[in-house]
């Protein structure tokens, strides 16, 4: 059976891959921007900007994690829920 999440995860993960291209493709420009102009505070804004993108994959796959545990932890609630129904049906 087919995932119903499979296509929001997808989105996801694109989405995520692509917020972390931009934000290291900023980091970069400004690092050469940095250097041609000899100015040391964009060098500084540029390792921020290129190092928050390895933090969007950090925070994703945290985040991924999380929803797992979340989906593991219905499921288990949902079996719950219906070993007390069979109960109270078969009291």
Known sequence: MRDPHEGSARLNRTLTILAAAFLAFDGAALLVAAALLRRP????????????????????????????????????????????QDLIRRS
């Open 41 to 84: 505070f964009l060098a500084v804004v540029g390792v921020c900007l290129f190092a928050s993108s390895g933090l969007v994959f950090v925070y994703w796959r945290w985040h991924r994690r999380q929803l797992a545990e979340i989906v593991e932890a219905r499921r288990a609630l949902s079996a719950d829920a219906r070993a007390i």
